[in-house]
């Protein structure tokens, strides 16, 4: 697939099958991950002009879109990682809901 995003956080991120994994990342493992669908391809060039918060906003949004897996591509140092994305997309919804759980607390006990 070739539908490449150039980011302004400092990477790139580009959707591929999860078949062509293999062959695209020789010696990846991908025993941990589901290589049924779409993946997210996430390549890192300069690691001083990742935007954290930028790259986190894609991995996620791509996780609500049905991608179930992430691979990173730290071209730098030449380390490659396949992680699951739905664990990522339950850990900030889990966060999103304990916010909102924590605003619900303090406007009953302020009583606003």
């Known amino acids: 697939m070739a539908a490449v995003q150039n980011i302004r956080g400092g990477f790139k991120a580009e959707r591929e099958f999860g078949f062509a994994l293999e062959g695209r990342f020789p010696g990846l ?5 589901d290589t049924e669908g779409v993946a ?5 060039g300069d690691p ?5 918060h930028q790259l ?3 991995l996620v949004g791509a996780a609500k879109g049905g991608v179930k897996t992430a ?3 730290f071209r730098a140092k030449g380390m490659v990682t396949a992680v699951p994305l ?3 997309f339950a850990m900030v919804d889990e966060s999103a809901r304990l916010k909102e759980m924590r ?3 303090k406007a009953i006990r302020t009583g606003v």
Do not use: A, H, P, T
Request: no cysteine; net charge positive; charged share 25%.
């Open 48 to 52: 001083r002009r990742l935007n954290l």
């Open 29 to 33: 493992d991908l025993s941990g991950v």
């Open 71 to 73: 691979v990173i591509n």
């Open 40 to 44: 997210m391809v996430v390549e890192i």
């Open 86 to 88: 739905f664990n990522l």
């Open 56 to 58: 986190s906003r894609v």
């Open 103 to 105: 605003k619900l607390e």
